[in-house]
Each structure stands twice: as structure tokens, then as C-alpha cells.
């Protein structure tokens, strides 16, 4: 069973660009989740999609935003980048299903941003 | 004050030793508590899943939940050189939705031969 699929791997852009990153999930994963991961931060979520609708939403500006397609996979999307959006974006999927226990996430290696 | 707190490192064992790991959070509700192992270059995969209070044991691997304490442990037992990793502590209030996992910035492991 492939696993959670992120591209591009690696990404190099400059301040005031936007830039669109991709996720599949594992294939039956209903929900998909992106974080931020910074040295100075750690891992912080940023939002989390199930069925197409945006289902949680972390504390990051309007610039990120995410849409999730019929088929489970995800975009998520950062407009007018600022040096400080350097970061490894992590996208992890889930079943989704049950909402009564913690599931288990799978994440991708993620997509390693650098905002020149 | 942070949500969860967990020493950086890094920490640097000979092959062989137990390894403790250690975080402490501030919020009393948290219920669900998390370890992951992270390899360079690779996203996180979960090594423990504990509900509540309590130890939990799966091979070499032993998690500990102090709810009175607001302090969750994970012990590793007969470290080898490919637990060399960083380890992140995660929690949530709520069962379910992915969205409220609160992370430690992680404690980079070395373990050497």
C-alpha cells in the first residue's frame, strides 16, 4: 500500500510569490491534515480536511489556505510568502472515519520550502 | 508558558542504554497522548498511542502517562544505532479530529554504536 504521497519535495521561492503544495493520501484516508514544521516552532497544525470540507483550522494567517478534491487529495496553498514561511510542510492522512478515538496519522516526508 | 515543553537535546547514549524521554504540559485537559519518531528527511510515523493515565508497552518501547503530574515519559529499552532519531511527544483533548494535536519541538536522539 503506497503511503502519503507530498510534491514537490523541494521548493525554492522568493518573497511575495505564492506557491501550491500537493498531498495524496493513502488510498481509503478520508482526511488530510497539513503542519508547519520549523526548528524554532516544532510541528504546528495548520488545518485539517475531510470529504472536501475544511474541518479544523489552526492560528496561521488568511495567506495559507487549503482545498481538498473529491478523490482525497489535497492542495494546500501560501500567497504572498514571507522569509519566515521557510519550513518543511508536512501533509498527514487518516480513515477520517471515527471521531471518538484519536486515529492513527500517517504523514509524507513533506515539502521543504525555502523563502529567498 | 508553552502548551508542552520537551528538552531539545540532543542526547547521545551508547548502545545498549535505556533511554528516557520526557515532556510536560500545562493544559489538564489533554486525554489522548502520542510519541513519534522522526528520521531525518522523513515526516513523523507514531510509535505510541496511550489514552488517559497509564503505562503501555510494546516491545522495546514503554510509554508512561502521570495525568497528577502533567508529565508523559517514553522509555526505550536495548537502544540501537537505528533508534538514532528525534522523538516527538504529541497530546489532544479531543478523540478524532487531527486538527488539535499539540507537539514538543522534539528531543534528538543519538544512539551510538
Known amino acids: 500500500k503506497a503511503g502519503v504521497t507530498q510534491t514537490p519535495r523541494y521548493l525554492i521561492k522568493t518573497r511575495g510569490q505564492q506557491v501550491t503544495l500537493s498531498c495524496s493520501p493513502i488510498?481509503?484516508?478520508?482526511?488530510v491534515s497539513w503542519y508547519q514544521q520549523t526548528p524554532g516552532q516544532g510541528l504546528q497544525f495548520l488545518f485539517e480536511?475531510?470529504?472536501?470540507?475544511?474541518?479544523n483550522k489552526g492560528n496561521f494567517p488568511g495567506r495559507f489556505s487549503g482545498r481538498q478534491f473529491s478523490n482525497s487529495r489535497s492542495e494546500m496553498n501560501v500567497s504572498t510568502l514571507e522569509l519566515g514561511d521557510s519550513a518543511l510542510y508536512l501533509c498527514?492522512?487518516?480513515?477520517?472515519?471515527?471521531?471518538?478515538?484519536?486515529?492513527?496519522?500517517?504523514f509524507g516526508s513533506g515539502t521543504q520550502l525555502s523563502v529567498l | 508558558q508553552k502548551e508542552v515543553e520537551q528538552d531539545p537535546g540532543p542526547l547521545s547514549v551508547p548502545e545498549g542504554a535505556i533511554v528516557s524521554l520526557n515532556c510536560t504540559y500545562s493544559?489538564?485537559?489533554?486525554?489522548?497522548f502520542m510519541w513519534y519518531r522522526q528520521y531525518s528527511r522523513k515526516g513523523p510515523e507514531l510509535l505510541m498511542y496511550?489514552?488517559?493515565?497509564g503505562n503501555k508497552e510494546d516491545g522495546r518501547f514503554t510509554a508512561q502517562v502521570d495525568k497528577s503530574s502533567k508529565y508523559i515519559s517514553l522509555f526505550i529499552r536495548d537502544s540501537q544505532p537505528s533508534d538514532s532519531a528525534t522523538y516527538l511527544c504529541?497530546?489532544?483533548?479531543?478523540?478524532?479530529?487531527?486538527?488539535?494535536?499539540?507537539f514538543g519541538k522534539g528531543t534528538k536522539l543519538s544512539v551510538k554504536p
Open positions: 498527514a492522512s487518516s480513515l477520517g472515519a471515527d471521531r471518538g478515538l484519536q486515529e492513527k496519522l500517517f
Open positions: 488510498s481509503g484516508h478520508r482526511s
Open positions: 480536511y475531510f470529504s472536501e470540507t475544511q474541518r
Open positions: 493544559n489538564s485537559a489533554f486525554q489522548y
Open positions: 496511550t489514552y488517559s493515565s
Open positions: 504529541a497530546m489532544t483533548r479531543y478523540g478524532g479530529s487531527q486538527g488539535n494535536l499539540i
